[in-house]
């Protein structure tokens, strides 16, 4: 190491930080803070946070239920859904048809550069159809997620693939007598489980974290229950808004520690350099 | 030639006279520089709980090259980095033509540094590059120009003062970051590992350049490596480190056939390794005795004999051949002895054994090194 | 004239297979097939919609194809609505970018593997991606009207911050939770440029006579100057298509972007004409493309120097 005499040193770029990240926690402070508050607003104290436990408000936060439910399986639908398309045909696409790794790559980008906002104005009449042939249930949310979780799943399994060198793998496993789903199943999704496990966390976070499409398309998700139940419940909101942020940073935290190289970073168009030089991010909901 | 204690330097013969102070033999050239006598002496570094140099004495001679060599983690980047004024020195002083610079930071210490790689300017063309050094000195953009084409003219380069350094390749970026580096007329060069992350052809090509350019311009060099052959095939002087200590220094002929300690000798060119005893001057071998080179120690021994120096023989030691490699210059035979020794071969192909013939082997007895136990 | 000529180099030199480069498969037969799922999720999904959402600004109500829905792009309400989301986009980015810049900075001095560090990165990836409406609810409950430090500053320092009228509810309320998910973005954004940074540039620039002052201005800052305006873009971008916050503290109104094709797909009587959600959602699509093909060519410098 470099030891530049009188550089601003550590210090000072921690005490930066320190600062920064204090300024930063205010808002988190202030929704415990908030979440505390005695119902006649004088003292603090855990009133809000034992009612949402509360048989007799049950019914009251019915709609929440039914939101935090909607979202949990739809949660893993789009997981299950996305990983069952999305990572065959990449690999498929690795060993096969290497020339249209880009095409692929750019459509899982579109996403990006084509917001919710925008894909809600085109999901509305998809949406008209869909609710015909499967009902209106929030599940069927799912098929829109998967889109817009794209461009994240794309980007976790993309670093693993890169990695790895499945196509040895998977010639050694064909000379050893395995046919196409036996491999599939036995060698590529355990070489790739890092991606892969990183790709269904992120979407469960993504899903979670979604309003955009559901409240356009009038589902009752986590998110759109959160939204109705703060005009009448302000502190039910915020202490719900509080578990699910904590839980979004707990499953990113085990995807960065533990998951693929690409996986915790966010996805942006522009060539991404193997696993070295992650392109920069940009948020895929709201 | 003594096997026993590490080479001073002072009174060593170097095996090439360095041009000295470069001047005349540069002539009109505008990119001539005098070298440096540099010095260091007690160098010691110590990081929290490691030390990286534990009392390091290195002379170079004005206008000389001399390497260190030795394994990754030796302290021989340490003591480059030391000199460069990129690490504070824990004890000990370092001398630039007799004047003490631990204390002058780096950007006044006039050295020319040439790193193992990543260190050109992405953002400016390869001409900038070499301006660069100039540029801080506040050299009118004129002479900055025209020495910046001129030294580019000198490392091959001089078709690409528009590149960037991604366009070029390995090697042409080596060479870039050459010209930067002398581009200024520093008095003294410091190369850290310039050629390891390149590949086995340039890097061949390259340090030839690197020793030509050296030798025309006159400039003090410290040239840090962890491959012995480059060290050897560049260097007036090499210095062997290991754990944070030189333990030996000489030309590359006495560290190749001088080795002062097993160490050095099991580090430079490949060697067979012998239980030998030394008695009143002679070295009993198996199969042989000869007269010991120098004048070691009685007792035991280890004796070392490059495979080179190997012969088929009608006496000495017996074995059967184990294993032939035809390796285009030469043979390689190996001879099992014993159940636990092979003695290695290098021969000419007309010498061919067969696999499992029955032979003799012969050490050449002027080169047997021998260093002592323990 | 003699000559040394060296053999080929040994194989270890040459190119190695990249793994990737399929054999002459000749033999194997075509595996179209298992793509079809997937293409057809995605036409579906997404090709159908995005066709849709930007056609409809091509087609009259009843269908025919015409430009002339596009006139209501004109209008000085969805000009307004361009200009705030420009606006809001452009003040939150900037300040993002600086802030965002200098907790990269921060940041260099922590480990890069270590815990802290991927506990940065965690937190900053669910603020800058995943926060929404739950950024909504923090700032209602820091400044909103009943907001902690809102009655802090209130009961302790006198200080009443809706004295002039409440802006929270309104289009300025926007820019500290904006802000707040811009700096996570800069940072995450940002940060691959600060640690492509080599340190052998600092010493570098040392060896060659170089202050720190000099390699600050003449290597660090044109080195990151595309990293940070790409940044800079990418923040825009990102505010400028963000709806879950705004829409969740702005319950009626439509005074940005997204708020507009709300209003437009809610009631269909916005401006009194039809498709005016497609047409809104082709002005966006093209300030975001502009954005995003800006961003990409600065992107490949960025990354060539990173290398």
Redesign the interface.
């Known amino acids: 190491m470099t030891r530049r005499r009188g550089a601003p040193g550590t210090a000072l770029r921690k005490a930066v930080l320190a600062v920064v990240g204090a300024v930063f926690a205010v808002p988190i402070a202030a929704m415990v803070a908030f979440s505390l508050r005695s119902a006649d607003g004088t003292g603090h104290d855990l009133g809000h946070w034992t009612a949402l436990a509360a048989p007799e408000n049950e019914r009251a936060y019915r709609s929440l239920v039914e939101g935090v439910t909607n979202s949990l399986v739809l949660a893993a639908v789009t997981a299950v859904l996305v990983l069952v398309l999305l990572v065959p045909t990449m690999v498929v696409v690795h060993l096969r048809y290497p020339a249209l790794v880009r095409p692929l790559e750019f459509v899982c980008l579109v996403p990006v550069t084509v917001p919710a906002i925008v894909l809600v104005v085109g999901l509305a009449p998809v949406y008209s159809v869909v609710s015909r042939v499967a009902g209106s249930g929030a599940w069927t949310l799912a098929l829109a997620y998967g889109v817009t979780v794209l461009p994240y799943a794309h980007r976790a399994v993309q670093a693993d693939l890169a990695a790895t060198d499945l196509r040895t793998l998977t010639e050694a496993a064909r000379t050893l007598g395995s046919g196409g789903v036996a491999t599939l199943l036995h060698v590529v999704v355990p070489s790739l489980r890092r991606g892969l496990l990183a790709a269904a966390f992120i979407t469960v976070a993504v899903v979670l974290g979604e309003y955009t499409i559901a409240s356009l398309l009038n589902r009752v998700t986590l998110q759109t229950s959160l939204v109705q139940v703060s005009r009448s419940d302000p502190f039910a909101a915020v202490i719900l808004a509080l578990l699910a942020l904590l839980l979004a940073f707990l499953l990113l935290a085990v995807v960065g520690r533990v998951g693929s190289a690409g996986a915790g970073r966010p996805v942006l168009p522009g060539r991404d350099v193997a696993a070295t030089a992650p392109a920069p991010a940009r948020k895929a909901l709201s | 030639m003594t096997a026993t204690a590490p080479v001073d330097p002072t009174t060593a013969s170097s095996a090439t006279s360095p041009t000295g102070r470069g001047s005349a033999a540069a002539g009109a050239r505008t990119t001539s520089t005098a070298g440096a006598a540099v010095a260091l002496r007690g160098v010691v570094k110590e990081y929290a709980g490691h030390v990286a140099l534990r009392g390091v004495d290195l002379d170079l001679a004005p206008g000389e090259l001399v390497a260190l060599l030795g394994p990754s983690g030796c302290g021989k980047t340490t003591a480059l980095r030391t000199l460069a004024g990129l690490e504070t020195v824990t004890e000990g002083r370092i001398t630039v033509d007799g004047r003490d610079v631990v204390d002058v930071p780096t950007h006044r210490r006039d050295v020319g540094m040439v790193f193992q790689a990543y260190s050109l300017f992405p953002h400016l063309t390869v001409q900038q590059n070499v301006e660069f050094g100039l540029r801080t000195r506040r050299v009118a953009r004129a002479e900055r120009a025209t020495r910046a084409a001129e030294m580019l003219d000198l490392v091959g380069l001089g078709e690409l003062g528009g590149r960037f350094s991604h366009q070029l390749s390995g090697g042409q970026q080596q060479r870039v970051a050459l010209a930067r580096a002398l581009v200024t007329r520093p008095r003294v060069l410091l190369l850290d590992e310039p050629l390891s992350a390149l590949d086995a052809q340039v890097r061949v090509q390259l340090r030839e350049e690197i020793r030509r350019l050296q030798r025309e311009l006159a400039i003090t060099t410290l040239f840090v490596t962890h491959d012995q052959e480059e060290a050897l095939a560049v260097a007036d002087r090499v210095a062997v480190m290991r754990a944070g200590a030189i333990e030996q220094i000489g030309t590359p002929e006495q560290l190749y056939s001088a080795p002062a300690t097993r160490f050095v000798a099991e580090f430079v060119g490949s060697s067979n390794r012998l239980r030998a005893e030394v008695v009143d001057g002679r070295v009993r071998l198996p199969g042989q005795e000869v007269a010991a080179v120098g004048s070691p120690d009685d007792g035991e021994a280890w004796a070392y004999v490059r495979p080179e120096d190997v012969t088929f023989a009608d006496r000495g030691v017996a074995g059967v051949v184990e294993s032939v490699s035809f390796l285009g210059a030469v043979c390689r035979t190996r001879v099992r002895t014993s159940p636990d020794d092979v003695v290695v071969l290098d021969h000419r192909a007309h010498e061919r054994r067969e696999v499992g013939e029955s032979v003799h082997v012969a050490f050449t007895p002027r080169a047997v090194a021998v260093v002592p136990f323990g | 004239m003699v000559a040394l000529v060296?053999g080929r180099?040994?194989a270890a030199?040459r190119d190695r297979l990249d793994?990737?480069?399929?054999p002459r498969?000749r033999r194997?037969p075509a595996?179209w097939w298992?793509?079809t799922?997937?293409a057809v999720?995605?036409l579906?999904?997404?090709a159908?919609?995005?066709?849709?959402?930007?056609g409809?600004g091509f087609v009259t109500g009843d269908g025919r194809p015409s430009l002339s829905a596009l006139a209501a792009l004109g209008e000085p309400l969805v000009l307004r609505a361009f200009g705030s989301s420009a606006l809001v986009s452009g003040i939150t980015a900037v300040v993002g970018a600086v802030?965002g810049a200098?907790?990269c900075?921060?940041?260099?001095?922590?480990r890069s593997d270590g815990?802290v560090r991927?506990?940065v990165?965690?937190?900053a990836?669910?603020?800058?991606?995943?926060?929404?409406?739950?950024?909504a609810?923090?700032?209602?409950?820091?400044i909103g009207i009943?907001?902690?430090?809102t009655q802090l500053l209130l009961t302790r320092l006198g200080v009443d911050v809706f004295a002039g009228g409440v802006w929270f509810y309104q289009v300025p309320g926007l820019l500290l939770p904006y802000v707040?998910?811009q700096?996570p973005?800069m940072v995450?954004?940002?940060m691959?440029a600060v640690t492509?940074l080599?340190?052998?540039?600092?010493?570098?620039?040392?060896?060659?006579?170089?202050?720190?002052r000099?390699h600050l201005l003449?290597?660090v800052v044109?080195?990151l100057a595309p990293a940070f305006v790409?940044?800079v873009l990418?923040l825009f971008?990102?505010a400028f298509?963000?709806?879950?916050?705004a829409?969740?503290l702005i319950?009626q109104g439509a005074q940005i972007v997204?708020l507009q094709?709300?209003a437009a797909?809610?009631s269909e009587t916005v401006l009194g004409r039809e498709n005016v959600?497609?047409v809104l959602?082709l002005g966006?699509?093209v300030v975001?493309?502009v954005l995003?093909t800006l961003?990409?060519l600065l992107?490949?410098r960025t990354?060539?120097?990173?290398?």
Do not use: H
């Open positions: 060296e180099p040994p030199d793994g990737a480069r399929p498969a194997r595996a298992a793509l799922p997937f999720y995605v579906l999904f997404l159908v919609p995005c066709v849709v959402a930007l409809t802030v200098v907790v900075w921060g940041l260099t001095a922590l815990l991927s506990l990165d965690s937190a990836s669910v603020l800058a991606q995943f926060g929404g409406v739950m950024l609810f923090a700032f209602t409950a820091t009943q907001g902690v430090v707040y998910f700096v973005l995450i954004t940002f691959p492509g080599k340190p052998q540039w600092q010493e570098a620039v040392a060896t060659l006579g170089g202050t720190r000099e003449r290597v044109p080195v790409g940044s990418l971008a990102n298509s963000s709806y879950a916050t829409a969740a319950s997204p094709i709300r797909l809610v959600a497609g959602a966006m699509v975001m493309v995003m961003y990409s992107q490949r990354e060539r120097w990173q290398r």
